[in-house]
């Protein structure tokens, strides 16, 4: 019975590293900036009404 306990504690570590990680490497907010400003739209003074 004691070696299932290790096995479940083991794979618990091993998966939570494993998210930790690819929050990591893959999180678009890495570089403090958010992918959704990556298109701004034109400021208010350099559209031209037709």
Known sequence: ???EKL????A???TA???FGNFLLFTP???DQDPRNR????????VIDP
């Not at 096995?7 to 083991?10: P, R």
């Not at 298109?39 to 350099?46: A, D, K, T």
């Open 39 to 46: 298109f701004n739209p034109p400021p208010q003074s350099e």
């Open 1 to 3: 019975m004691r070696i």
């Open 12 to 14: 618990l570590i091993v």
């Open 7 to 10: 096995e479940q504690v083991a």
């Open 29 to 31: 907010w890495r570089h």
């Open 17 to 19: 590293g494993l998210v």
